[in-house]
């Protein structure tokens, strides 16, 4: 018997680029944002034929090679090879329009060789397409919460037939379906467990991929993932929509037609000189998780009270002039820290 | 020949390095390449010159350590007489190399230092250790990226510099004829050097406009450096 995921993530309909209410921003689920961005130039263009959408993309294409995934005719799932000692595909520079080209005259093949731009800077490549094709990151939110002077980062992702295997990014996610159709299939955090992810050094584009395959899951292998269907809910999106992928929320994405565009929007609102999260993971790692029981339970322990329980509980009984790290981190507490761990890793 | 490998820690984790200076470790040379970021520590010990390189037939800096091409009047024994030793040989064995990391988020050119593992400074038992105990950069590592970075940031402004230099019409040929206290007449030529009298008279505009791209003070610092052929002479004489 299959088991498949019944939820469908919440829709929203009538939502316009300069109209997303501020909820969506710090929603702690998936949103689909039915039609945003239908009137692009390039969603209309889509609409019309692959060709139309092609030769407008060339029209504002800058020239800069850009990494492309080349897969093997019959490769859809951007994944390992079978011992997963190696990636299913390659990486490397091309020239935009001679992939675009590629994908075109294989339209009509049954079994085209799989083309990938993925995550491509849209400044980079498509320096004019931001004039009609751009979300404004002006709502409400992003005046309480500073996107720290740095826009958003804009990528665009071209492909034929693509499946990017379940994996989180740290960054919160608006992702417009322009050109095709996309399915998205998405799982809370907290089913990191049921996920299996696999490598931490080879993945596809840098955070890891989960090892179950979803269209043919190995029960036998991967038996938590049961749980995760349960917990897991399906975004599809025609050209013209878009979803909200909050932070750290687990995604599955399949670009389902013989040509298809992404654009899609990454930020983060907490400062970039406190650093990335990932870091102390890796930290963790080497430091922490092969201690002895005892010791890393009470490692556990002082994570909770200093980090994980409030961002004030550990400071708020003490003088507020002597609370130091344990009170407000602002910028020059923040440097400090880095000369200090840099110091301190420098061994 | 050498043998370029991208360093890292763990390949290299136990890698020494012979730091000093002799005729064994190809020191004993009459010029080395400078660049244009180290021409203040420079010119307190050396002369500056441009020359053409033989196959570009481009500009580029040296500065002379000797009056004949394998003598490096600096070098006695084990020992470089100076306080300051030019980039292009304290940092031996490392070059800086290039790699492509767009695929990871990364620069298209990203400088990477290199180690020849063929340098005869290169061991694993004598001189100065490349990574601490655990895998950190030692001081040594950090001074080393430092000098390849005023390397590679001199390489970059170099043709610039030429170009600026060249528009107003102040570099000139120079022949350099040295007679020593033995009576040895030395000619040295394809040498040139900025020419004191039109920088002296450049105009307000151009002297804020070459000030404003970096290379004024560079211009002083190659015309004063001349002084330093003196004190050549005087150690070759000292020698004889």
């Known amino acids: 018997m299959t088991v498949s995921i019944t939820i469908k993530t919440k829709v929203l309909e009538d939502c316009t680029p300069d109209q997303i209410p501020d909820y969506v921003y710090t929603s702690n689920e998936p949103i689909i944002l039915k039609g945003l961005v239908k009137n692009w ?144 299939t998405l799982f809370p955090p907290e089913q990191v467990h049921n996920l299996y992810p696999g490598s931490l050094e080879l993945n596809p584009g840098g955070p890891a991929i989960t090892m179950v395959d979803f269209d043919n899951p190995d029960f036998e292998k991967y038996p938590r993932y049961r ?9 599809e999106l025609e050209a013209g929509d878009a979803v909200f992928i909050p932070c750290m929320w687990w995604h599955q994405v399949e670009a389902l037609s ?42 556990k322990h002082l994570f909770d009270y200093y980090i994980f329980n409030s961002n004030t509980q550990a400071g708020e009984h003490l003088p507020y002039e002597t609370r130091g790290l344990l009170g407000e981190i602002d910028d020059t507490a923040a440097r400090k820290l880095r000369s200090m761990l840099l110091q301190k890793l420098n061994r | ?35 244009p970021t180290e021409f203040a520590d420079i010119q307190r010990e050396y002369p500056i010159f441009f020359q053409r390189n033989p196959e570009t037939l481009k500009y580029q800096c040296v500065a002379l350590l000797g009056i004949t091409p394998g003598e ?41 230092v290199m180690v020849d593992m063929d340098s005869p400074r290169v061991n694993t038992h004598e001189g100065q250790a490349v990574f601490l105990e655990f895998g950190g950069n030692t001081q040594y590592l950090e001074s ?44 040295l030529t394809g040498n040139y ?21 970096g290379f004024l003070e560079g211009a002083f610092l190659v015309a004063s450096s001349l002084n330093n052929m003196k004190n050549l002479i005087d150690i070759k004489n000292s020698k004889l």
């Open chain 1, 41 to 184: 130039p390039l969603v209309k263009a889509g609409l019309m034929s692959p060709i139309a959408a092609v030769d407008l993309l060339k029209s504002h294409y800058s020239g800069a090679p850009a990494n492309t995934y080349f897969g093997a005719p019959g490769t859809r799932r951007l994944a390992y090879n079978p011992d997963s000692t190696k990636l299913n595909f390659e990486n490397r520079k091309a020239q935009i329009s001679e992939v675009l080209d590629e994908i075109l005259s294989n339209l009509d093949n049954e079994n085209p060789p799989l083309r990938y731009i993925a995550s491509n800077i849209i400044e980079i490549s498509f320096p004019s397409l931001k004039d009609e094709h751009d979300l404004p990151f002006n709502a409400a939110h992003f005046k309480t919460h500073p996107l720290e002077l740095a826009d958003p980062h804009r990528g665009i992702w071209i492909g034929n037939k693509t499946l990017s295997p379940c994996h989180y990014d740290a960054q919160s996610n608006i992702a417009c379906c322009v050109v095709g159709k996309r399915k998205f």
């Open chain 2, 193 to 213: 050097t900025i020419n004191r009298e039109k920088l002296n008279s450049l105009s307000a505009k151009e002297l804020a406009k070459l000030n404003k791209a």
């Open chain 2, 144 to 187: 080393i990226n430092r000098i390849l970075q005023g390397i590679y940031q001199g390489m970059s402004v170099s043709d610039e510099m030429f170009e600026a230099f060249t528009q107003l019409e102040l570099i000139e040929p120079v022949s350099l004829e040295i007679k020593l206290k033995n009576g040895e007449l030395h000619r």
């Open chain 1, 227 to 235: 749980d995760a269907i349960a917990a897991g809910q399906v975004a």
């Open chain 2, 1 to 35: 020949m050498t043998n370029l490998a991208p360093l890292n820690n763990v390949t290299h984790k136990d890698l020494k390095i012979i730091t000093q200076h002799s005729e064994q470790f190809g020191n004993n040379i009459g010029a080395v390449l400078t660049f």
């Open chain 1, 258 to 299: 013989p040509f298809n565009v992404l654009i899609n929007y990454w930020w983060n609102t907490y400062p970039k000189i406190r650093g990335q999260a990932m870091n102390v993971l890796y930290l963790a790692l080497m430091s922490i998780r092969d201690r002895p029981e005892q010791e890393k339970q009470a490692w």
């Open chain 2, 72 to 112: 490096n009047l600096f070098l006695d024994n084990e020992k470089w007489n100076a306080r300051y030793i030019p980039a292009i040989v304290a940092r031996e064995p490392f070059v800086i190399g290039f790699e492509d990391q767009s695929a990871d988020g990364g620069d298209e050119h990203a400088p990477v």
